[in-house]
């Protein structure tokens, strides 16, 4: 059997997909210790998980729990979610949309398959065209999402070192250059895997240069405003007509849920709903049918503001704690945690590369994620781009030490 190159293209194996493996089997085994600092998942916050069991309960006692499992919604969502939601966001930031500028999705990883090859790759006029990440290291889930070849453009950053071994990712705009090929701007704020929010007069560079080019600026807030809200720094949140904001419900605590949703002017919108249709036919309707009370009555933002925001501004501060405590010794550097749950730590001058690193913590039972293949188009050959890793600190904190001891034991040897 000889596969098309679609099926050449979405099953070669790829080094994201061979760490999702590695994380799944050690998950599997049971072991009792194991250091999980790798993957993406959101923190199990009890009393969040409370609040969505009790919503599940009411749809289930109210009768709405049979026409969220019953029916197929339309391909952009269910309506009354849609109106619910647009006029939550009018009312926290102003911005005059409707249900019309709401596209559900099966997640962000589903909005952006979608965005990205409506957007770019083969153009009707022969002409092929790209997504422009300007800010690499990008989300990795990015990287593979393309449906041609060499979807993907992105620039270095320029790197601002601050107070406390800490840096910062910023755009170089000196260098930056959007040419014809180019379809969209797309970045994550806050970033995954960095925990950088880009910031308010970076972003309005951004859109001032997607203007210009007649372009649009994706913006993925999976961890961002209003919902979950994971964000440490004073960032605004924007929206017209030429941004396509993706938000998530993952990052709330419902990744299972599989809800991405899409803002964006209507043209985007139709063309999603049309993709959606042919695709899956409709969204899932669980995350809309949870959430749909919890906005209504604004409890989203007790959810938001005091429930997650400071379970992991206490993760934070214990993950910042034991950076100081255990690597203090070391050419570690930390991205400045503005957002998001990562630590982004630049381990300058290592003499083995991120992707050893990981197999050696591996082989120890503590899982990170290598920060190579974060840095989607960018050369291999830049030093800076094997001295990273990234580290989820929304975990137990005993775990998370442990992890940090361990790290600590194999710097000594490779710094
Ligand atoms: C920045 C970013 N965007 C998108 C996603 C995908 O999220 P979803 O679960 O909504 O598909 C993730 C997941 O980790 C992410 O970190």
Request: no cysteine.
């Given at each position: 059997m000889t596969f098309s190159k679609f099926g050449e293209k979405f099953t070669r194996r790829s080094g994201i997909g061979q760490l999702m493996v590695d994380l799944g089997k050690a998950n599997a085994s049971n072991h009792p210790d194991l250091y999980m600092l790798g993957g993406g998942n959101p923190a199990a916050i009890a009393d969040a998980q409370s609040l969505f069991q009790h919503e599940m309960e009411h749809l289930i006692q109210s009768g709405s729990f049979q026409s969220m499992l019953g029916l197929y919604d339309g391909p952009n969502g269910e309506q009354a979610f849609r109106d619910i939601l647009a006029g939550f966001l009018n009312q926290e930031f102003g911005w005059g949309i409707s249900a019309e500028n709401i596209c559900l999705t099966n997640g962000s990883q589903n909005s952006f398959f979608y965005l990205f090859n409506l957007l770019a790759?083969?153009?009707?006029?022969?002409s092929k065209k790209k997504i422009l990440f300007p800010l690499a290291p990008e989300y990795v889930g990015y990287a593979d999402a393309g449906l041609s070849e060499d979807m993907f453009a992105s620039y270095r950053p320029r790197i601002e070192h601050l107070e406390n071994r800490q840096f910062k990712y910023r755009v170089d705009f000196e260098h930056l250059e959007i040419g014809d090929d180019i379809a969209a701007i797309c970045l994550s704020r806050p970033t995954n895997p960095t925990g950088n929010v880009v910031t308010d007069r970076e972003l309005a560079n951004l859109k001032a240069l997607a203007e210009k080019n007649n372009i649009p600026l994706i913006i993925d807030n999976a961890y961002g405003q209003p919902f979950p809200n994971v964000i440490h720094s004073d960032a605004t949140l924007q929206w017209d007509d030429n941004t396509v904001l993706c938000m998530s419900l993952s990052k709330l605590?419902?990744?299972?849920?599989r809800t991405g949703i899409v803002i964006a002017n209507e043209k985007i919108t139709q063309a999603l709903g049309a993709l959606g249709g042919i695709i899956t036919l409709a969204p899932n309707s669980v995350g809309a049918a949870l959430l749909t009370r919890l906005i209504e009555t604004g409890e989203i933002n007790h959810l938001t503001q005091n429930i997650i925001k400071p379970h992991y501004n206490e993760c934070l501060a214990n993950a910042l704690s034991l950076f100081d405590q255990i690597l203090s010794d070391f050419p570690v550097h930390l991205h400045k945690p503005e957002g998001a749950f990562f630590m982004w730590l630049w381990i300058e001058g290592m003499k083995i590369s991120s992707q050893e690193l990981y197999q050696r913590l591996k082989a120890r039972n503590v899982f990170v994620i290598p920060g190579e293949e974060f840095f989607i188009d960018i050369d291999p050959t830049w030093k800076h781009t094997q001295e990273c890793i990234r580290i989820n600190y929304s975990q137990p904190k005993e775990k998370l030490k442990r992890g940090f001891e361990i790290l600590a034991q194999e710097l000594q040897k490779v710094t």
């Open positions: 790759g083969d153009m009707p006029d022969g605590g419902l990744p299972g849920a």
